[in-house]
């Protein structure tokens, strides 16, 4: 049983470039989180999804993030126009349907840098 | 809100040597708490785990106990190692709630 895959591991981008991040869940998993961990901090909390939905993104930036969890495919993390502040590792987490189980498992993240 | 507080880092120790890493939390109900491990490049595995008072979580070596007298849930090891060398994360699941909360990390240094 594949754990969480994302991919790219590493991804550069020059400022103003878009980047998009993909995650896909364990198998039979259908809640999505992403996590962000700035240089030498913890990881915060973006945003949670389930099949077609946001069920909260109170840790989004307000602009140029966004994340989707297709019907089919991978889920993506999108920041538009990217900054230097941008630069980071996001990881994505996935946990099984059943009700009231939450426990996250977690990829091998993504390594943003922004040039 | 929910939060971890766990001590500053780095800690640095000679190979065998005993290790704890403190960890504090504060939440409304009965959180589980996890401990984190990332190696230098890599991602968070789960090192272990406990889901209600006095529970002892352990694997590889590493110990903690869940202890709601004392909202601590503390990393030990007897002997450390080289490869022990990482960033440790305390971190918590609250009881209903879909947001874990990490604690700021640990690194630990171990020398030969």
């Known amino acids: 049983?594949?754990?969480?895959?994302q991919n790219p591991r590493h991804l550069v981008r020059r400022r103003?470039?878009?980047?998009?991040?993909?995650?896909?869940?364990?198998?039979?998993?259908s809640?999505?989180?992403?996590?962000?961990?700035?240089?030498?901090?913890?990881?915060?909390?973006?945003?949670?999804?389930?099949?077609?939905?946001?069920?909260?993104?109170?840790?989004m930036?307000?602009?140029?993030?966004?994340?989707?969890?297709?019907?089919?495919?991978?889920?993506?993390?999108r920041i538009q126009?990217?900054?230097?502040?941008?630069?980071?590792?996001?990881?994505?987490?996935?946990?099984?349907?059943?009700?009231?189980?939450?426990?996250?498992?977690?990829?091998?993240?993504?390594?943003?840098?922004?040039? | 809100g929910d939060s971890v507080t766990q001590m500053e880092g780095p800690v640095t120790l000679s190979e065998e040597a005993f290790l704890t890493i403190n960890c504090t939390y504060t939440a409304t109900g009965y959180p589980s708490l996890f401990w984190y491990v990332q190696y230098p490049g890599e991602g968070l595995q789960l090192l272990l785990?406990?889901?209600?008072?006095?529970?002892?979580?352990?694997?590889?070596?590493?110990e903690a106990t869940y202890r709601k007298e004392t909202t601590s849930?503390?990393?030990?090891?007897?002997?450390?190692?080289?490869?022990?060398?990482?960033?440790y994360f305390c971190a918590l699941l609250n009881t209903g709630g879909f947001k874990t909360i990490f604690g700021a990390g640990t690194r630990l240094f171990v020398k030969a």
């Open chain 1, 1 to 5: 049983n594949a754990g969480v895959m």
């Open chain 1, 16 to 29: 103003g470039q878009e980047a998009r991040l993909r995650c896909s869940p364990m198998k039979g998993h």
């Open chain 1, 31 to 59: 809640h999505v989180y992403w996590y962000r961990q700035l240089p030498e901090e913890g990881l915060k909390f973006m945003v949670y999804l389930q099949k077609e939905n946001i069920i909260d993104e109170s840790g």
């Open chain 1, 61 to 77: 930036p307000k602009e140029r993030f966004s994340a989707e969890f297709p019907k089919e495919g991978p889920s993506i993390l």
């Open chain 1, 81 to 115: 126009q990217v900054v230097r502040g941008d630069s980071a590792a996001y990881f994505c987490a996935s946990s099984p349907p059943e009700r009231g189980s939450f426990e996250a498992f977690f990829g091998q993240g993504t390594r943003l840098t922004v040039v």
């Open chain 2, 49 to 62: 785990k406990a889901t209600k008072a006095d529970d002892k979580g352990s694997n590889k070596g590493f």
């Open chain 2, 73 to 87: 849930f503390h990393l030990e090891k007897g002997s450390v190692q080289v490869s022990d060398s990482a960033v």
